[in-house]
Structures are given as structure tokens and as C-alpha cells.
């Protein structure tokens, strides 16, 4: 859907002037205010005239409320806040944004004014709007909502407050705290909005697993080795991949126990990994059904590492290809399949030799395929345990191998959890 798309829909929702909204709406994303945030403050601007259809708010359990409704008063207590900047129509503006419970489910909010909330707090929000946030209702909490803290707590069957593990944050959760280990760190210098700025960024880890981090404000704790509670942290993704953000709102307390952090990468069932839309690190183990084409012996742009074909890269044209070795393999435990890619060191180890032997091997066949053929003669058929990043994109899903190996499970212990897994 195109920017035209959206400001022609939010225009007759609205039943204001196409051109007009188009114009904010371009001005507010040009500003990386996130789509569905810069509709959501057009809706406001413009008064949310047929949604709302002029209605009193109705009183609602958080799980009635729909995208439908336009305004609700809803009783609930507060879960998580985190606390976020972003630039809306020129100016800098800090939001609140979390999660709301009653006894009948969670809705996320945001609030556009610093009402005190803190987690645990229960509130009633009146004439609250509702936005749609990724198919699903979201509270707005502005100027036009009154907040009455209550007296009684609100008993709910969640989690109050956000201590999480690494191995359960998702993309689009706020007010997040994570005791982590600093297992790699480094300082970057970027163009952010304001001219050049410096951020951190590494991977995290802890008991569950490993996630990458951006700190966009640098904290003196936050060093490599170290291990520290971070408070007040959001998770974005980039293609599929959960990472931490860590911003100047957030609180870094250093510890002085280091904190333990796992050896092995979380194993996952193909098809649920691939579902969740990625992971940082992660083990899959499947049968190598097929070693696909551009494998083996191949060529990359000397300027962007592409794979080069006939001598010809994708955006550099004619160029003087650089030998190296991959293997991309297909994978299948069945309930998914993925494409493992291995770099050079794991393909010279499958293969049992470098580029070299490679070039020597193709040399004397006069024909760069049999380095593939040789590969897939080796690994078809057999079942292997891979771990890596996996991402999950417009380009399929791929596995960034960093370990492979034959797996020692037995085949049908694992086709019958494969199984069990599938059927739920
Ligand atoms: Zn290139």
C-alpha cells in the first residue's frame, strides 16, 4: 500500500481533503514517525469524526474493545510503561507506551500526556480513543482522556511489571527489563536526525539466549564482560530479528554478579521458528534434502559480495569475481523448511579442503560443479543440527550458519516430537 493509499483511506474515513492529509502525512513520515503512529495523530488532528461517530464513550472489559470502537472507557491495571521520544509535527515529544490488563485480557497504549503512570498502578482511563496498532486495538491516552488512579487494585491473571528473559521478548514489546551479560560491544558513530551521533551496539545474552542491542545513548555501564539490569527498553526488529534498544530514558544498573549466560542456542521445531519471523540464534535440526545451485565453488563482487554470475554483479556489472566457498542447503524437519548458507570455513570443512584445492579440484574436472556435486554427495540424505541467525524476509528464510554438524538424535524420537509439536 502506497502513502497515497493510506492518506485516500484515512481521508474518507474522516471525511476531510485527500491532498490535505496526504500532506501531513508525508510531513510525519518524513520525520520517521512510524506509519501507524502518524495515522493515528491525523485521526486525532482531524477529530476521528466517522469512527468515533460522535458517540459517548461506552464502559468496556480491555477484551470488547475492537479497532471499531472509537472511544471506551476501560478500568485497568497497569502492566508495563516504558517511556519513548519521538519528533511529531517538528517538535521532540516523550510518550508513555505499554501494556493495560483487566481480568478479561491485555491492550497496549500509549499516552500522549505524563499522566505518573508506573506499573502496578490501577487506573480508569476515560474517553479513551482507540487506533488500530498492527491489526490490533491500541489505547490512546491524550489530552481529551481523564485518569482516575483507584484505590483498589484490579486483580489480574498477568505478569505485573516488565522483567522479561531474552527468550521472551518480541518486536513491539515496551517497558522491557532485561539482566543481561554484554557479550560483544562497540562504539558507532552514525547520521542520526541531529547530525553525527554515537551509539553502542553488541549482543546481549543471558540464561535463554542471545539478542543484538543498539544503545542510542550511550551508558558508561553498558562495556563489554559486563553485567548489568536494564530497565526500560523496546525491541524492534530488522528483518525478523528481535534487537534491544536502549535509550536515554532507560536506567543501566551495573552488577557485581556476573550474570550466566547459555552456551547453546534455544533449538526450535523449523516451521514454529520460521513462524515467529526469526531469531537471533538459534538451533534447527532437519534432514539436508537438497544442496542448491550457487554452491560449492563460487565468485563475489569484489565491491559488495554478492554471488557474481557470468562475471556480472547485480549492481556493479562486469567485475573481477573473488573466489569463495558457501553451501546454501535446504533443510526440512517437517513442519518447515529453510535455506542453511555456510560460509567459507564450514563449506571448507564439509568439503575437506579450501579454495585452492577447490580451484585445483575444477581445474582438472574443467568444470567448476563438481566442488558442489562433491558437497551434495556428502550431505543429502543425512540429518543436521544447524545453528545461526535465522531471517525471515521477502528473500525467504535463511539460516546464517555459525555451527553444523551431523546430528547423533535419533531420526524417529525426533520425527514423532517433530510430529507432536505439529499437531499441538
Ligand atoms: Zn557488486
Not at 481521508?11 to 501507524?36: F, I, N, Q, R
Not at 515467529?276 to 565453488?297: C, F, K, M, P, Q
Not at 573481477?320 to 567459507?344: F, P, Q, S, Y
Request: proline share 3%; glycine share 12%; aromatic share 4%.
Amino acid at each position: 500500500m502506497s502513502l497515497e493509499d493510506d492518506a485516500e483511506e484515512l481521508a474518507s474515513d474522516l471525511g476531510v481533503d485527500k491532498e490535505e492529509v496526504l500532506e501531513d502525512l508525508e510531513k510525519l513520515v518524513s520525520y520517521s514517525v512510524p506509519l501507524d503512529e502518524a495515522k493515528g495523530s491525523l485521526r486525532r488532528k482531524y477529530g476521528d469524526g466517522s469512527a468515533s461517530g460522535g458517540d459517548e464513550p461506552t464502559t468496556k472489559d480491555i477484551a470488547e474493545v475492537t479497532t471499531a470502537d472509537g472511544n471506551v472507557t476501560v478500568t485497568g491495571r497497569v502492566l508495563t510503561v516504558g517511556k519513548r521520544s519521538i519528533r511529531y509535527q517538528g517538535d521532540e515529544q516523550v510518550i508513555h507506551e505499554g501494556e493495560l490488563a483487566d481480568a478479561t485480557g491485555v491492550i497496549s497504549y500509549t499516552a500522549w500526556e505524563d499522566f505518573g503512570l508506573s506499573p502496578g498502578d490501577t487506573v480508569t482511563a476515560g474517553n479513551a480513543g482507540v487506533r488500530e496498532w498492527e491489526g490490533s486495538p491500541e489505547l490512546n491516552l491524550g489530552q481529551s482522556t481523564t485518569l482516575v488512579f483507584e484505590d483498589d487494585d484490579l486483580d489480574v491473571p498477568y505478569e505485573v511489571g516488565g522483567d522479561r528473559t531474552l527468550g521472551d521478548l518480541e518486536p513491539g514489546d515496551r517497558g522491557r527489563n532485561v539482566v543481561v551479560r554484554v557479550l560483544e560491544c562497540e562504539e558507532k558513530t552514525i547520521d542520526g536526525r541531529d547530525g553525527e551521533t554515537e551509539i553502542l551496539s553488541g549482543v546481549l545474552g543471558d540464561g535463554t539466549g542471545r539478542l543484538p542491542f543498539t544503545d542510542w545513548d550511550p551508558h558508561d555501564e553498558i562495556t563489554a564482560g559486563a553485567s548489568v539490569r536494564i530497565e526500560d527498553v523496546s525491541i524492534r526488529e530488522f528483518r525478523g530479528v528481535p534487537s534491544v534498544n536502549v535509550s536515554e530514558f532507560s536506567t543501566v544498573i551495573a552488577l557485581n554478579e556476573d550474570v550466566s549466560v547459555s552456551d547453546e542456542a534455544p533449538e526450535m521445531a523449523i516451521g514454529e521458528a520460521v513462524g515467529d519471523g526469526g531469531a537471533y540464534d538459534v538451533t534447527l535440526v532437519g534432514n539436508l534434502i537438497e544442496v542448491r545451485d550457487g554452491s560449492g565453488l563460487i565468485e563475489r563482487c569484489p565491491e559488495c559480495g554478492r554471488v557474481v554470475q557470468n562475471g556480472q554483479c547485480r549492481s556493479h556489472g562486469a567485475v573481477e569475481g573473488e573466489d569463495d566457498l558457501r553451501v546454501k542447503a535446504i533443510l526440512d524437519d517437517g513442519t518447515g523448511t529453510v535455506t542453511a548458507i555456510l560460509g567459507h570455513d564450514l563449506t571448507a570443512e564439509i568439503y575437506g579442503g579450501g579454495i585452492e584445492d577447490a580451484k585445483d579440484h575444477a581445474r582438472d574436472a574443467m568444470d567448476k560443479e563438481v566442488v558442489a556435486d562433491d558437497i551434495r554427495e556428502k550431505l543429502v540424505g543425512k540429518e543436521y543440527r544447524v545453528r545461526g541467525q535465522l531471517s525471515v524476509d521477502e528473500y525467504g528464510a535463511n539460516l546464517d550458519a555459525t555451527e553444523f554438524a551431523e546430528s547423533d538424535d535419533d531420526p524417529a524420537e525426533r520425527a514423532a516430537a517433530a510430529l507432536s509439536e505439529v499437531r499441538g
